[in-house]
């Protein structure tokens, strides 16, 4: 079965770099420019993987990843958030939220599917 | 990477830059705005992000700088000042700059304001933050066995982790056992179906390393008890080893105190079942201590396996093996001979079929022993590229005959005489570049290396075109160095011969190439004992090239038999070219030398008889086995060709090993025995007019090596 | 799911994924066949997907009954979701708990050798 991910991030062109890698590779691709998107997205959209951004406009990817935890449809997702070094304190709070893993930026398109098989298999 | 993708990247970024340029010049208006100064740090982070992903890895850098630099001011450490809004600006118009022409550095403009943020933090020494690759993981050739515990904190499903996606990532890296605890799951009544109570316990083989083991577990590390533990190194090498019994793992786990155990060994019966009695332990820890035990015998057992595929053997199995090889192959002709002379179509038969797997076995059963000599050429291109790096001269190497099989023992004991030889050639022989144009010569030397087949023996020649030896300056250092009297007369060759002897070198400098002391004495010995001769020629200027003569000590060789008076001979089939009748009308004598005329052409021949000191008269009708020796067509005459034979070379006893012109001898059907000829040695004897005397005549029983 | 009572025998067929994301339903489905039966046989047959938290569950029903001094068996072992998922989780022990020292664990056999 084709797993599906959403990717939200309000860049547009790391928003559509992300997902034509992912879509490459076989995966199905929504993608949502911030938090809020997101969540209405996922009522459609039955995800079986978050990628989110850390830094958006409207609800960001800790609200985001809060949120999900307290929906019983998507307490259990795994959820990826996108970081870069010197963001040492969101990457806490965002574990704290409820996030799977993380992915430095700059990533390789390699190394963000090799992020992705290993939490969903 | 998509072009698209890096068109979108590009407008996006002019958007920041557009938006960061209004939002800079509100900023110098209204210099604490906190929203401002976190608009502007977000548009530079974005930019730092991107750039990287999208091959503007310049762009991110130079960013990167400002960035640090801003995160100070949004953090209160620095304030905002005209000076800082004017640098963030100039910065803002290098970076759309940068991003138009795709520049993959940074200019002397862009340094100069990477150096004016570092002057505004009072920092001008760090480096220019280059983000480094992700190390591979390390793929160490020793096997380590690990026991790895792993316990997840019962709320890890709401992280959206499957622990069971991390054990399969283990399961991939090696031999892997695991055993789930389940002691903690509680009854239905108090189970919670968002927590995880198990915890598992892996015992891992594996050539990654521990960091690997560790990276497995990287998004749960706070989220986990994690423990690691190297338990078994495994040395491929080793063949009887166990591993550890039931007791040692139990008190290297602490599962069991020493007393506790010692008490229960008192008692006969199994340990697990005692221990289980005893109650001094759980069902659970034993039954895990007996999966690890398992789990390393199980790898031990696979090791071993392996280890069976390719087989070691003592030498002299072989040898046994070939020597009754040869005895089938001589027996085998007799029945052959006897089969075709007996009309039986059906014996006929049997012989045929005999004979073909007696031709197998023979083929297989040397061939266990024989290795293209081309894998030990092949090592030393690496050898003539580094020496002639460090010495400043430029070598090439050319290679003859790499398949040329030789005995794998001898292959593997001539590589350190081969090193030594070719650092000679390069170190000593072959000039520097500029030397070597001036005397008209190519400015890259050649190393030629060549191996071949020459009757019962295979020679390899090392030959440089490099200075070549001097025989007045060998001989000169020989007197020096106390080897030679001053008035002692030698030949050519003897003077080439004398760098062989020990204690002889003719470098004045040391060098760290060939260094001192150690010469081609050593080479010599090796030689030696492999039962093989060095010959050494060389010509001032152009070059030397050194032979070395080796035995094929197993060869099974296709020979012609041939008698003299009551002697037997083999010649190699390789080197026989015809036989002829030869009446004595048909022979020539002019002097020493015999010649015949064959197809209209004179051709020296050398009666086998005579340069064998062997009695008797020839008789009316001899036969002339034309063979190719030394380049050249030689004739040996001898009284009768008897035919072809297969033969199993056996070595001559150390009395009379070194008779020249006799590789070896074989035992016959019969019993008896036939010599086999050196036929190169013989022409050369010949030739250089020293005259071959054997003592006495040719023992007709010759002791055996066997 | 269903639940089909045969006599003392009750046969708890159980279907969908038994995974994380639903395994609370199927805690309640458990209870209440033990509730009703000391004898219950679960088939798996329908199952699609199995993960640790289903093993898990399967677990702590097996101990359950042998609280309560009921008996309960896997009657399909064989489900390629389970042996695989069994696999992966060393659930392939042949120690008992210790509840019920008498009791043979849930997790024997089933498993390819």
């Not at chain 2, 505004?120 to 690759?133: A, T, W």
């Not at chain 2, 533990?229 to 009887?240: L, V």
């Not at chain 2, 008789?619 to 004739?635: D, F, Q, S």
Request: proline share 3%; net charge negative; aromatic share 4%.
């Amino acid at each position: 079965m084709t797993k599906r991910i959403i990717t939200v991030e309000d860049s547009t062109s790391l928003r559509e770099m992300i997902s034509f890698t992912l879509s490459e590779a076989g995966y199905e691709v929504a993608q949502a420019e911030d938090g809020q998107d997101a969540l209405d997205k996922l009522t459609e959209f039955k995800a079986d993987l978050v990628i989110t951004d850390l830094n958006m406009p409207k609800m960001n990817g800790i609200e985001l990843t809060s949120s999900l935890r307290a929906n019983q449809m998507y307490r259990f997702i795994p959820i990826i958030f996108l970081t870069t070094e010197s963001q040492l304190q969101k990457k806490q709070a965002a574990k704290e939220a409820g996030a799977t893993g993380w992915i430095v930026k700059p990533f390789k398109p390699d190394q963000l599917l090799q992020v992705v098989r290993k939490v969903l298999g | 990477m998509e072009d698209r993708h890096v068109k979108a990247f590009k407008e996006e970024s002019y958007d920041i830059l557009a938006e960061l340029e209004s939002l800079l010049l509100e900023l110098e208006e209204n210099p604490k705005d906190a929203t401002l100064i976190d608009r502007v740090f977000g548009a530079m982070h974005t930019i730092k992000g991107s750039g990287a992903m999208f091959g503007f890895d310049a762009i991110s850098d130079f960013t990167h700088e400002i960035e640090t630099v801003l995160d100070m001011v949004r953090d209160g450490i620095l304030p905002v000042t005209s000076g800082l809004v004017r640098l963030t600006l100039s910065a803002r118009d290098k970076i759309l700059e940068m991003l138009d022409s795709g520049t993959q550095s940074l200019d002397k403009e862009a340094r100069a304001i990477v150096a004016g943020f570092r002057d505004l933090i009072g920092n001008d020494e760090s480096e220019i933050k280059e983000e480094s690759e992700e190390p591979e993981p390390v793929e160490t050739t020793l096997r380590i066995t690990y026991r790895i515990l792993f316990k997840p904190n019962t709320d890890i499903f709401t992280t959206g982790t499957n622990p069971l996606l991390l054990l399969s990532e283990l399961k991939a890296m090696g031999e892997c056992t695991i055993v789930a605890r389940t002691n903690e799951i509680p009854p239905l009544a108090e189970y919670n179906p968002e927590a995880c109570y198990v915890s598992w316990e892996i015992i891992l083989t594996t050539n990654c390393d521990e960091n690997a083991i560790r990276d497995v577990f990287i998004f749960v590390e706070d989220n986990c008890e994690l423990s690691i533990e190297k338990i078994f190194e495994h040395d491929s090498g080793a063949e009887s080893e166990d591993y550890k019994r039931l007791g040692e793992i139990l008190l290297d786990r602490g599962a069991v105190t020493p007393e506790a155990l010692n008490n229960v060994l008192n008692k006969h019966k199994f340990l697990g079942e005692r221990l289980l009695e005893s109650k001094v332990i759980s069902r659970e820890k034993i039954d895990a201590a007996l999966k690890e035990q398992e789990h390393v015998r199980k790898v031990l057992q696979k090791d071993r396996d392996m280890q069976v595929s390719s087989l070691r053997v003592d030498a002299a199995k072989l040898d046994s093996l070939v020597d009754l090889v040869g005895e089938l192959v001589t027996v085998q002709a007799r029945l052959s001979q006897k089969a075709s002379g007996d009309n039986d179509p059906e014996l006929q038969l049997i012989a045929e079929s005999v004979e073909r797997l007696t031709e197998e076995l023979r083929d297989n059963t040397m061939s266990i022993r024989m290795v293209p000599i081309g894998t030990l050429f092949s090592r030393f291109r690496r050898l003539v590229h580094d020496l002639a790096g460090e010495l400043g001269k430029e070598v090439q190497i050319v290679t003859d005959g790499a398949a040329t099989e030789l005995d794998k023992t001898v292959i593997d004991q001539l590589n350190e005489p081969l090193v030594h030889i070719i650092r000679n050639a390069i170190d000593h022989g072959i000039e520097q570049p500029a030397e070597r144009s001036s005397f008209g010569k190519p400015v890259k030397g050649t190393i030629h290396l060549a191996a071949e087949h020459a009757g019962a023996s295979v020679v390899i020649s090392i030959s440089d075109d490099g200075a070549g030896l001097a025989p007045e300056i060998l001989k000169a250092k020989a007197v020096e160095k106390g080897l030679i009297a001053a008035d002692q007369e030698l030949s050519e060759d003897e003077c080439y011969s004398l760098i062989l002897r020990p204690g002889f070198t003719t470098s004045t400098e040391v060098t760290d190439v060939s260094g001192r002391g150690v010469g081609m004495d050593v080479v010599k010995r090796s030689i030696d004992s492999l039962r093989g001769t060095i010959g050494i020629t060389s010509s001032k200027g152009i070059g030397t090239t050194i032979s070395l003569r080796l035995p094929l000590t197993l060869a099974i060789i296709d020979g012609l038999l041939v008698s003299v008076g009551q002697d037997l001979f083999v010649i190699p089939l390789a080197v026989i070219d015809e036989c002829v009748e030869l009446s004595k009308e048909e022979s020539i004598q002019s002097r020493e030398r015999s010649m015949m005329t064959f197809r209209g052409q004179v051709h020296p021949y050398v009666s086998l008889r005579h340069v064998l000191g062997i009695g008797g008269v020839a008789p009316a009708i001899e036969k002339v086995v034309l063979v190719n020796a030394l380049g050249k067509r030689t004739g040996f005459s001898v009284d009768k060709v008897i035919g072809q034979h297969q033969t199993v070379i056996k070595t001559l006893s150390k009395v009379l090993g070194n008779v020249e012109g006799i590789s070896g001898a074989t035992i016959l059907g019969d019993g008896t025995v036939a010599l086999i000829l050196d036929v190169n040695q013989l022409v050369k004897a010949e030739r250089s007019d020293i005259q071959y005397k054997a003592q006495g005549a040719m023992p007709r029983r010759v002791e055996m090596t066997a | 799911m269903k639940v089909k009572k045969k006599e003392e025998l009750t046969c708890l067929c159980l279907d969908g994924e038994m995974t994380i994301h639903n395994v609370a339903a199927f805690r309640d489905r458990l209870l209440e066949a033990l509730g009703g039966s000391n004898r219950v046989e679960i088939d798996l047959q329908r199952v699609t997907a199995m993960d640790l938290a289903g093993l898990q569950i399967l677990c702590a029903a097996h101990r359950t009954s042998q609280i309560q001094g009921k008996v309960l068996s896997l009657s399909s072992k064989q489900l390629p979701v389970l042996q695989q998922a069994r696999c992966v989780a060393g659930f392939d022990l042949i120690h008992n708990c210790g509840i019920n020292p008498a009791a043979e664990c849930i997790w024997v056999g089933g498993m390819p050798e």
